[in-house]
């Protein structure tokens, strides 16, 4: 099992819908959340970093964690096609630099 | 420099052949990182230095991979006698310091043929 799972989609929405994504993971010891999105051909790049459970909040993005239920979530507001693009998941142990990614979620926004 | 910068983009390699490939990070940031992503996967660790100290190379899949960071600024990802389970993306990611998120590099995509 691996230790983060993400269902890679994909995923294909209307513009101005919400987008959800989610990971669960399997290691409680996870104390730092990221998302990062990928354009084809790109490195990724961040874009929420959370630090325990909680929502996070900036602009149309917001990051949830539950680390209660070990699952974490990224929502999309009004959705852009520019967001079309590849949605990592990645966390990290508190004292550890390893960070463990999912496997991506493919998003396409339909203009 | 204003962000991370991997060299070459793509290389193609003969099976046998050895490899070099380069990361230059962010000025200032401490702490490096390398990650190998094949297709359709997320990024997989591979190896964390902190300034030119290499202080986790537990993801290194075998002993032909080797990396290195001398002055604690640029580093070099050397895999030696390619195969072809080598083809991957190659990230480079620096970061300022704990409690901060990586800035990644576009990678280095490696084919072995």
């Known amino acids: 099992q691996k230790e983060v799972e993400q269902d890679p989609g994909p995923l294909s929405v209307p513009e101005g819908a919400i987008v959800s994504l989610n990971c669960t993971y399997s290691?409680?010891?996870?104390?730092?959340f990221m998302w990062y999105r990928q354009y084809s051909r790109k490195g990724p790049e961040l874009l929420m970093y959370?630090?325990?459970?909680g929502n996070k909040e900036d602009g149309r993005f917001t990051a949830q964690v539950d680390k209660s239920s070990k699952y974490i979530s990224l929502f999309i507001r009004d959705s852009q096609p520019s967001d079309s693009a590849t949605y990592l998941c990645?966390?990290?142990?508190?004292?550890?630099?390893?960070?463990?990614f999912g496997t991506g979620t493919s998003l396409t926004v339909i203009p | 420099g204003a962000g991370v910068s991997q060299s070459p983009r793509y290389k193609v390699a003969k099976r046998g052949q050895d490899v070099a490939l380069r990361c230059d990070p962010i000025?200032?940031?401490?702490?490096l990182f390398w990650y190998q992503q094949a297709l359709g996967q997320g990024p997989e660790f591979l190896t964390y230095?902190?300034?030119?100290?290499?202080?986790?190379k537990s993801g290194l899949p075998s002993d032909r991979f080797f990396a290195e960071r001398p002055e604690g600024s640029v580093s070099t990802l050397k895999i030696q006698r390619t195969q072809q389970e080598d083809s991957a993306v190659y990230l480079c990611?620096?970061?300022?310091?704990?409690?901060?998120?990586?800035?990644f590099g576009s990678g280095t995509r490696l084919t072995v043929v």
């Open positions: 990611a620096s970061r300022r310091g704990a409690g901060y998120g990586y800035t």
């Open positions: 290691n409680s010891a996870f104390q730092y």
């Open positions: 959370t630090y325990s459970s």
């Open positions: 990645a966390m990290r142990w508190n004292t550890g630099n390893q960070f463990y």
């Open positions: 000025s200032g940031h401490v702490s």
């Open positions: 230095f902190q300034n030119e100290a290499q202080l986790d």
